[in-house]
Structures are given as structure tokens and as C-alpha cells.
């Protein structure tokens, strides 16, 4: 494991390598080589398994991170290779190639990121939602409180009753209210 | 080859007008308007949409003499054929019904599979956009008389759910509840209370759920399509 880190983080100028634990390691890659090395790594170095696909919206920043997860079955290790995109012009390389279930990883960042994977299997389509107008969903400057109360209709307030006052109102509406003996003063 | 490249270059040339001419159109190209070629070799005008569903609206329909009514809500009530709609949590809650333990059939209520069978809804928990339009659907193609069960807190106002962008607030915004079962989640017992709630309502009268429906279509239907942005079906699918 620690040898193949060595050698992609050499050949692609890696920063900011994290060994989470002895069988797994995160790094940092350019968006332009990103592609390359989960290519590299399932040609060269077995790593066949595709785990996942994430993405994480770091607003402050202005950027999209994208994770991709590979596993080696061999060696029973795994890669994270994480990326980042500009949040104004969200548009990465598709890696529909690699894998099958990469289009519908893709579909559905597509839906909820609005980040486009240009050449990708119907990318294009509804994933979840149908006939949504608004920006992505799972973007950080969507309010989601917001849009529900303009569109549905909203819950009227809540209201609590005092538990006493209220069985008492509804129990014995008739009996006069007797004020409590305050033992204190005897 | 020749006339399979011509025939794949005509569709890709009509699903570019397509997406030119209105790019908001949500109607999927195998349920638009169109001409097609009938077996007997004469050309048609086919409408998907309508040609198997009445776009017509529903009407309201006027209780009988009083006995002949009383009778009928009689026989309504000891007979409650049920769809459940089991796309929220409280889906769970139904299948013990039909089971030894709570035995729902005493009561004279049973699961039917599909909405053309049944007279009683059950809605279960939270709906989302894309699934309250199914709920429309179906609900429109029970028969009248229809009572709907809205199961769980989130059919009242939202619930948990409240401030989602994808689950609806309040259900009878959108189509009418006749009995509303609160928890979260109900149990069984619960849901056979509401059924008994139900029954008193049938036999006195007052579920006119179905009637009301039809009186108020209009801001139904507005209701409706305010937020179901891709209409793609009849405005009534009975």
C-alpha cells in the first residue's frame, strides 16, 4: 500500500496525502489528472472494486469536492481520490468508462450538485426528483426551509397546553379554580 | 442500411424540433399527439393521454331517499375494500392488520390490490411531489363512494418533515381526508379505531368525502398543479 501511494504521489505530484488507517489513504489531485490516476490505479494496480462516489459542497470556499473510493480485493486496501471543482463552472470529466455504476453516481450528483459530467449515459434524466425548476437541492445556498413554506402549505404554528390547566379545562369545566395551599406560610 | 440511417436520422430530427419548439414539455414522445399507421393500413389521430382516460370532470353525485340511503351507508360501511399506500414509514403499521393478532377482517375491511377494487385509501406517513402525483392518480380511479385514511402526523401538517423541499405539508390541500389517524407512528390498534371512526361516519352520512371532491375540483386541481410542475396526465384519470 505504502509503495503504490509512493508511486502515484511521484508520478502526479500529489499534496496532502492522509493515511486514515494502514489500509486506507485519501489524496488530493488536481481535476485534470483525477480521471488518470482512478485509471491508473484499476489498471495498473488491480484496484477493481469501485466503492463509491461522493460530493460535498464546500461553500465557503467556493469549491465542489468530489471523492472517488476504489478498493483493491487483492491487497484488501482502499484509495480515496478526492478532487475539486470551481463552483461556478461545475464540470468534470466523466469516468463512465471505468465502471457501469459510475452513470448513475453521476445522475444523481448531476441532480442534487448540478456539476456536469459531459458524455455520460443518461445524465440528463430525472434521478429522484420530477419537473424541478429550482437550483440543485443538496447546494448549501438552497433553503430548504424557505422553498417549502412558499410552495407547500405551511404548518400553523405550534401550541403547547399546560397539562394541568388543560385536563382540568376539559375534565371539570364547571369547578371554580381553588388556589394551591401554599405550605410554606403555616 | 440506408433507410435504417434515413429512419435514425428523422428521429433525431423530430426530437430536435421537439426540444426547440417547447423545451418545458414534460409528456414522454411514446404519450404525445400523433398520427400512426392502424393495422387496416389507414392512418389515424391517436392522443394517448385522453384515448384510455376521461378528461371529463367528476360529478357530484346526490344522496337517495332517506331509508334507501340510511340502507346503503349501512352496507357501505360493513364493507371497506382498502388500497394501502405504503410509501412513508406507517406502511409498516398496515400488514399486521390481516393478521390473527388484530384481524381486521371482523370488521369487514379488506386489502385489495388495485385502486378500480377499492373504496377505502389509506395513505401512509409523509408523501413526497413525485409520489402524491400517484396518490392523485389512484385516487381518482377508485369508484365512488371513496373514503381516504390519512395515516400518521405527517399528512396532517407535515410532521418531521414540515420544512423538506420534496414532502407536501397538509394532504387535504390536495385531495379530501375523511379520517385522519395521528401518531407517529400509529399502531394497529390506532388504525382499526380510525376504521371504526369511519364506519360511524359512513352510516350517518357524513363521509361526502368523494362529493366534495367533485364540488371543488377546480381548487383541487390548482392545488395540484401548483407544485406537481411536470404535468404529464389527464387533468381527471378516470
Not at chain 1, 430548504?144 to 397546553?161: L, N, V
Not at chain 2, 418545458?24 to 393495422?39: C, H, T
Request: aromatic share 12%; charged share 25%.
Amino acid at each position: 500500500m505504502k509503495a503504490i501511494v509512493q508511486e502515484i504521489t511521484e508520478k502526479y505530484s500529489l499534496q496532502n496525502v492522509v493515511f486514515q488507517r494502514d489500509n486506507i489513504a485519501f489524496v488530493d489531485v488536481e481535476k485534470k489528472f483525477a480521471i488518470d490516476l482512478v485509471t491508473f490505479l484499476k489498471d495498473y494496480h488491480q484496484f477493481s472494486h469501485f466503492v463509491m462516489m461522493s460530493c460535498v459542497d464546500w461553500i465557503e470556499d467556493g469549491q465542489f469536492q468530489l471523492l472517488y473510493l476504489i478498493h483493491n480485493p487483492t491487497l484488501k486496501v482502499d484509495i480515496g481520490i478526492k478532487t475539486y471543482l470551481n463552483r461556478t463552472e461545475p464540470t468534470m470529466q466523466s469516468a463512465h468508462h471505468l465502471w457501469k455504476q459510475i452513470w448513475t453516481y453521476q445522475r444523481e450528483i448531476k441532480e442534487a450538485f448540478g456539476i456536469d459530467f459531459p458524455g455520460s449515459p443518461n445524465v440528463d434524466e430525472n434521478f429522484v426528483l420530477e419537473g424541478w425548476t429550482e437550483i440543485p437541492h443538496m447546494r448549501r445556498d438552497f433553503d430548504t426551509a424557505a422553498y417549502s413554506e412558499k410552495t407547500y402549505f405551511p404548518r400553523e404554528g405550534r401550541f403547547t397546553h399546560d397539562p394541568a390547566t388543560y385536563m382540568r379545562e376539559k375534565l371539570y369545566p364547571n369547578q371554580p379554580v381553588t388556589a394551591k395551599k401554599n405550605t410554606n406560610e403555616q | 442500411m440506408e433507410t435504417m440511417n434515413d429512419k435514425i436520422n428523422e428521429m433525431l430530427q423530430r426530437s430536435a424540433q421537439n426540444a426547440s419548439q417547447n423545451e418545458k414539455s414534460f409528456i414522454r414522445p411514446e404519450d404525445e399527439e400523433r398520427e400512426v399507421i392502424a393495422p387496416d393500413g389507414s392512418t389515424i389521430k391517436i392522443n394517448p393521454i385522453y384515448d384510455y382516460f376521461s378528461g371529463k370532470k367528476p360529478q357530484e353525485e346526490k344522496p337517495l331517499n332517506g331509508v334507501v340511503e340510511k340502507f346503503l351507508n349501512w352496507a357501505r360501511a360493513e364493507s371497506i375494500w382498502v388500497l394501502g399506500f405504503g410509501t412513508g414509514c406507517g406502511s409498516i403499521e398496515i400488514p399486521p392488520l390481516m393478521t390473527p393478532r388484530f384481524d381486521a377482517y371482523r370488521f369487514g375491511v379488506q386489502m385489495r390490490a388495485t385502486p378500480r377494487q377499492s373504496n377505502a385509501f389509506i395513505i401512509s406517513g409523509y408523501l413526497s411531489v413525485k409520489t402524491l402525483k400517484r396518490v392523485i392518480r389512484s385516487y381518482e380511479q377508485m369508484p365512488s363512494p371513496k373514503y381516504v385514511l390519512a395515516l400518521g402526523s405527517c399528512t396532517i401538517n407535515g410532521g418531521m418533515y414540515y420544512d423538506s423541499y420534496s414532502t407536501i405539508n397538509r394532504l387535504d390541500k390536495y385531495i379530501p381526508v375523511d379520517v385522519y389517524i395521528a401518531g407517529c407512528m400509529p399502531r394497529p390498534e390506532a388504525l382499526l379505531s380510525g376504521f371504526m371512526k369511519l364506519k360511524e361516519l359512513i352510516k350517518e352520512g357524513k363521509a361526502e368525502k368523494a362529493n366534495e371532491y367533485a364540488r371543488n375540483f377546480d381548487e383541487y386541481k390548482a392545488n395540484q398543479k401548483k407544485i406537481i410542475k411536470d404535468w404529464n396526465m389527464p387533468d381527471y384519470n378516470w
